[in-house]
C-alpha cells in the first residue's frame, strides 16, 4: 500500500502536461464537377441523334460547367466510341480549364467530320470533366488510384444520316 501511494505522489508532483490547443480547420467538402445539361449541343432531348451528312462538321458542345470548389482545376476530354472494356478510344479532344477560382467554368466543344462515318452506323461522343488529371491510358476516364478527384460525364449516342434527312449539329444551330 506504500509503494502505491508513493507512486501517486510522484506522478501528481510532476504536474500534468498540456498540449497546445491544436488550431484544425475544417476539411474542404469535396464536390464532383457538374456538366450543366441545359447547356447542352446538340440538346439532351433525343436518345440517338440522325446527323445530317451536310452538316459536318459536327459540333459538340456544353456551354457551362459547374464546380463548388472553386480550387479545383478543372479537365475535358472529349471521346469518340468510348466503351467500357478493354477495347477503348483514344480521346478527341483534350481541354484544360486554365484559370481556377470560378465556380461556373465556360462550356467546351469538339468537332467530327461526318463523312468519315458509314451511314447508319450508331456511334457515341462522351464528354468526360474530371477535377483531377485522367490518366493516359486510352480509356480517358480512369483517374489515378489514391486521387480524390470526381468526375461527370454527359454522352451523346449518333449516327449520320443522308444529306436532308438528319438535324444540324453545328455552331450556327444554337
Known sequence: MGRVVISATLLLGCGCIMSPDINV???????PPQIITSSLSPADQFSIYDLDLACTPAVFKVGQVRDLN?????????L?????????????????????GQIDRPGVESQLNLTRYALGVVHTMRLFVS?????????????????DGQYDFYQWTFRVVEEGSGICASESNE
Do not use: C, H
Not at 82 to 97: E, G, R
Open 131 to 147: 477535377d483531377s488529371e485522367p490518366l493516359n491510358d486510352g480509356n480517358g476516364m480512369q483517374l489515378p488510384e489514391g486521387s
Open 80 to 100: 469518340e466510341d468510348w466503351k467500357d472494356d478493354d477495347n477503348k478510344s483514344s480521346f478527341v479532344t483534350l481541354f484544360i480549364y486554365p484559370v481556377p
Open 25 to 31: 480547420e475544417p476539411q474542404e467538402v469535396l464536390y
Open 70 to 78: 472553386k480550387k479545383d482545376k478543372l479537365v475535358a476530354r472529349f
